[in-house]
Nanobody, 124 residues
């Protein structure tokens, strides 16, 4: 699976951004999809995941209530709507996919495929 993330940029605190991830895989609907982020000097951390049909999601506590993940299986796309952005959200955001059938893992080691990352910078 090849993943291409886009939509990052510079935004002021309190603003919004929408990230997109395009997957080049005709069996896209078989994959759990997610977003991770990595700030300078920090480990990559789980942000959010969504199951195959979009009926189940898991959010990191730090983004719960502010970020929304969605997917469009007909278009092989996953989206991350980020609202009420904070300076601490500044990071490179990575789209990820896993063929795990039943469980949205927060561990990066359980995810098999990664996009190239898109930079999100939130100014105070």
């Amino acid at each position: 699976v090849q993943l291409q993330a886009s939509g990052g940029g510079l935004v002021q605190a309190g603003g919004s951004l929408r990230l997109s991830c395009a997957a080049s895989e005709r069996t896209f609907s078989a994959y759990i999809m997610g977003w991770f982020r990595q700030a300078p000097g920090k480990e990559r951390e789980f942000v959010v995941g969504i199951n195959q049909n979009g009926g189940s999601t898991k959010y990191a506590d730090s983004v719960k209530g502010r970020f929304i993940i969605s997917r469009d299986n007909a278009k092989n796309m996953v989206y991350l709507q980020m609202n009420s952005l904070k300076p601490e959200d500044t990071a490179v955001y990575f789209c990820a996919a896993t063929p795990d059938l039943f469980y949205i893992s927060t561990s990066s080691t359980r995810w098999s495929y990664w996009g190239q990352g898109t930079q999100v910078t939130v100014s105070s």
